[in-house]
């Protein structure tokens, strides 16, 4: 009922603006996609951004937050991103790297050498570039919030090497890039659906996934998959975006106060998000996963090697994005 009624009000309001003001945007609530459980640092962070965005425009502009993906699964809330039927949202750059190709670059196995190295990049010309990219296809990026490092867990078996993929059926989010990083390993990929992945792993139509370990845990994938091992393989950063159509009804002023609140959002999503990662690592462990490190890192990169040379093939034009980031120091 609540989101028909939001819908309608939205309806409303955008046939207003289209024919008289771009201030008529104030009669709008807007409809933010989340796919995350509410108290999920990105969670957090959206509510903190709708909370300043009503503050600071003194109710000019409210926003409410839609959670675990209660609008949609992530492929297709951002093409209702694209086309403003959701609002603002925050997503992975991996799904959005269907869109984008700019954001693919992240989507490269072991491209960023540490967390701390993804956000400096995206705070400076790596992220602006790949804003660009994201303009282009309207998209507004508001602020970079952080996702940590992804690792490999199943149901089978620790992996340690390459050698221990093989033949493992393993989920990964919609994007070609992560069907070839585990095809490199002569694994199974099934792209799906975040929130089927917990029915699919306690029916063994997957072995496992991967994921960081906030998500691994949020969504209960631990009490069917207990081997997690620290392969971090991915630093896909994540991004509290608007759509251009909802931004360009936004008089100059409501759009730098949203930008502020964006970026102010980001900067507490990346400090609850640290907090989060080691309380959920120590509550899978009380809960029986078995979380191993993994030696010899060295040896995932290299099974890599494919899957950069067919990026680089198919996408010769990101060629300087890719070699920004991975002479970065
Ligand atoms: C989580 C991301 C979320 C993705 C999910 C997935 O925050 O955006 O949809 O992984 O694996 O870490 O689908």
């Known amino acids: 009922m609540k989101i028909h009624r939001s819908v309608q009000r939205f309806a409303f309001a955008t046939a207003i603006c289209s024919t008289v003001v771009a201030s008529a945007a104030s009669a709008a609530e807007l409809r933010g996609w989340n ?6 640092p990105v969670s957090i962070g959206m509510e903190s951004f ?31 991103l694209r086309l403003g039927v959701i609002d603002f949202g925050e997503f992975n750059l991996g799904p959005m790297g269907q869109a984008v190709p700019e954001a693919n670059v992240t989507s490269l196995p072991f491209i960023f050498s540490s967390v701390p190295e993804m956000y400096e990049l995206m705070d400076g010309a790596v992220g602006e570039a790949i804003g660009e990219g994201m303009k282009a296809k ?18 089978i078996q620790p992996i340690n090497t390459p050698a221990d993929v093989e033949g493992m059926k393993v989920r990964v989010m919609s994007n070609d890039l992560f069907v070839k990083m585990v095809e490199a390993m002569d694994g199974n990929a099934t792209p799906m659906a975040f929130g089927e992945v917990y029915q699919s792993i ?41 759509s251009l159509k909802t931004w360009e ?11 502020q609140a964006g970026r102010d959002s980001a900067l507490l999503q990346r ?43 198919d996408n010769p034009d990101l060629t300087d994005l890719v070699n920004m980031i991975r002479s970065a120091e």
């Not at 009503?54 to 839609?66: R, W």
């Not at 063994?204 to 971090?232: F, I, K, R």
């Open 35 to 40: 796919i995350h459980v509410e108290d999920y």
């Open 138 to 155: 309207g998209i507004i990026p508001l602020g970079w919030y952080g996702a940590g490092a992804r690792s490999f867990y199943n149901s």
């Open 202 to 242: 306690k029916t063994g139509v997957v072995d496992g996934a991967e994921n960081n370990p906030p998500s691994y845990e949020s969504t209960n994938h631990y009490e069917v998959a207990q081997y997690y091992s620290l392969t971090e393989h991915l630093i896909i950063p994540e991004c509290l975006c608007m």
């Open 271 to 313: 400090e609850l998000w640290a907090e989060r990662e080691a309380a959920s690592l120590e509550k899978v462990e009380a809960g029986g996963t078995t979380v191993n490190t993994v030696e010899d890192k060295a040896a995932f990169q290299d099974a890599m090697t494919p899957v950069y040379e067919a990026f680089l093939a």
């Open 249 to 259: 009804k936004l008089t100059p002023e409501q759009q730098e106060i949203t930008m």
């Open 50 to 80: 709708a909370e300043d965005l009503a503050e600071k425009t003194g109710g000019e502009i409210t926003a409410k937050v839609y959670h675990n993906a209660v609008l949609g699964d992530q492929p297709d809330a951002i093409e209702q």
